[in-house]
């Protein structure tokens, strides 16, 4: 496949560090609230490259952690603790906050069809793994102690921009930021890697280290999980936009001044879900989250549609009225494919293969989702069997992840089942009828009402009266 790299800034072949095996890394959720849908929207389409590559046949090992300690309300190393914020906002301990948002953020990815990770390692498991990391780092003249904490120090890179995005001028984020500068820090990028010198007296996750009592910087658990897992060469990073800078950024120095040779090849971003009054945080004062979409009627699904519309590398504008859209368009494609029939003719494998072949021609071009969705149309305008499409539906939900088969089914079996209580409102709707022609308007009123009241609505026409349930 061809996917875009924001370390080289070019589409570049995909060929990973050993044939046929891919690893991928995705920074996980901190861990303190809710996720929000924006954050998700990266989860997503990862979520879509991890499948793909393994509909292409590689071998993947997907990574994530989970950030439950050390990153601060700043990217900059400064504010507080957002798992101690969290906790303090709950009267939790940061453990309680930790595993309950957790949970949540997988169960939102569940409904989202993102597939759980094979290997999920909170942060506050890898202690040791940092302080060896650390302890190299100081050895080798890339790290130094100041004011009680250890510091990564970039000036000792050759490189240190990698994501280009950013130039000297915009890389005082602390001083940008109006939060208070470290003034132990040599340059100002650099970054702490152990945390001694808490400003926050009741930080509650502390532990012992040769630089003293402490907690690890946010970076420096991306490096080290990633590196366990995944070993010395790692095949995709990914993440949000918003994470390059600082935090990729200093992943990668981190970790390849540890191990002494490049680290990671592709990195892979995926930009920010904006509502319309700017970038995405609230929509009009709501926190947009999961919940809040199934509170509105709103299957996850259709989110993923959604997401699934645009490309990873643009900006997704969201709002309600964007996403009603996408609600009809992901209805109307299950009920084209409910339609399908079950006929059991046989698949016409070389149709199969052609079709299989354009959109794996799509996706694999810089995933391009929206081909793909594209592609799925193709297939329902074919001139081919049901059973066929049937086939290329199911084949291409493995990567798209709409779950059509199985609405599609749904939809099919609640159209078929018996309604309860028909008999009754067939007896109303027949001694209103009797009503209507002895012109008692009265009774005839009421007993619409009356199945109004049961939720039925009623059409009248030539034909006689048809009812639905609303
Ligand atoms: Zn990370």
């Not at 906790?87 to 948002?101: G, N, P, T």
């Not at 970054?191 to 907690?215: C, H, I, M, N, R």
């Not at 420096?220 to 995709?236: H, N, V």
């Not at 981190?254 to 892979?268: F, I, N, R, T, V």
Request: some cysteine; aromatic content about 12%; charged content about 30%.
């Amino acid at each position: 496949m061809k996917l875009y790299n924001s370390a080289s800034h070019k589409k570049e072949g995909f060929i990973p560090h050993e044939p046929g095996k891919v690893t991928m890394y995705t920074c996980g959720p901190t861990v303190y609230h809710f996720a929000h849908i924006g954050n998700l929207r990266s989860y997503l389409m990862e979520d879509v490259l991890e499948k793909f590559l393994r509909y292409d046949g590689y071998d993947v090992k997907r990574i994530m952690n989970i950030t439950d300690v050390g990153h601060l309300a700043s990217d900059a190393d400064t504010g507080e603790d957002k798992m101690v914020k969290g906790a303090k906002r709950e009267h939790k301990s940061v453990m309680e906050i930790a595993q309950f948002y957790t949970d949540a953020f997988f169960a939102d990815c569940k409904k989202l069809n993102i597939k759980y990770p094979d290997v999920v390692q909170p942060a506050t498991g890898m202690i040791d793994d940092y302080i060896k990391v650390i302890t190299k780092l100081l050895d080798t003249g890339y790290a130094y102690v100041a004011g009680g904490n250890v510091y990564f120090d970039t000036s000792k890179l050759e490189k240190y921009y990698v994501f280009n995005d950013h130039d000297e001028e915009d890389l005082a984020v602390g001083v940008r930021e109006g939060v208070e500068e470290d003034l132990n820090k040599r340059n100002k990028n650099d970054f702490v890697l152990w945390f001694t010198k808490s400003k926050f007296e009741d930080q509650a996750l502390k532990w012992d280290s040769p630089w003293g009592v402490g907690y690890p910087g946010w970076h420096i658990e991306c490096s080290c999980i990633s590196m366990k897992y995944a070993g010395e060469y790692l095949d995709i990073h990914c993440g949000g936009i918003d994470n390059a800078f600082p935090h990729h950024t200093n992943e990668i120095a981190q970790s390849e001044a540890y191990l002494g040779h490049p680290w990671c090849k592709y990195w892979m971003h995926v930009h920010h879900l904006n509502t319309n009054d700017g970038k995405m945080s609230k929509s009009k004062g709501e926190f947009l989250t999961v919940s809040l979409l199934e509170e509105k009627g709103y299957d996850p699904l259709v989110y993923r549609f959604f997401c699934l519309q645009s490309h990873y590398r643009k900006s997704l504008v969201f709002s309600w009225e964007n996403l009603d859209n996408a609600k009809v368009a992901y209805d109307k494609l299950v009920a084209r494919v409910a339609a399908l029939s079950d006929d059991p003719a046989p698949v016409d494998e070389e149709a199969a293969a052609k079709y299989k072949a354009a959109f794996i021609e799509a996706v694999g071009n810089d995933l391009n989702t929206s081909l793909g969705v594209t592609a799925l149309y193709d297939v329902l305008k074919a001139d081919t069997s049901d059973a066929t499409k049937r086939a290329l539906i199911d084949s291409f939900d493995q990567v798209l992840g709409l779950d059509l088969l199985k609405k599609a089914a749904a939809q099919r079996e609640k159209a078929a089942a018996p309604v309860e209580g028909a008999e009754e409102i067939e007896a109303l709707i027949a001694k209103r009828l009797e009503a209507k022609k002895a012109k008692d308007w009265a009774t005839a009123d009421a007993i619409r009402d009356q199945l109004k009241e049961m939720g039925v609505e009623i059409k009248d026409s030539k034909e006689g009266t048809t009812w639905t349930r609303v």
